[in-house]
């Protein structure tokens, strides 16, 4: 049996984890798109989030797709 993944703790960890465990590309439109979930309350992929993971996380979540937001506005990905 496999251990579950480690929740990320800092950006870093969080990006290799999306860009390379996952393999999903931080486009400027999936960054919005999951932005606009997290900061949506009534999101239900959200609400599980804020139930398993706590407001810490959440808001880590959203500070960090933000940065990400702004490191690809600065690439002109």
């Given at each position: 049996m496999?251990?579950?993944?480690?929740?990320p703790e800092d950006y870093t960890e969080?990006?290799?984890?999306?860009?390379?465990?996952?393999?999903?590309?931080?486009?400027?439109?999936?960054i919005a798109t999951r932005l606009q979930a997290l900061n949506d309350p009534?999101?239900?992929?959200?609400?599980?989030?804020?139930?398993?993971?706590?407001?810490?996380?959440?808001?880590?979540l959203i500070a960090w797709f933000e940065r990400a937001a702004r490191e690809s506005t600065r690439q002109g990905a």
């Open positions: 496999h251990a579950p993944a480690p929740i969080w990006r290799h984890c999306i860009t390379v465990a996952c393999g999903i590309a931080l486009t400027p439109r999936y009534r999101d239900y992929h959200t609400q599980r989030l804020l139930a398993h993971y706590g407001q810490d996380h959440h808001r880590r």
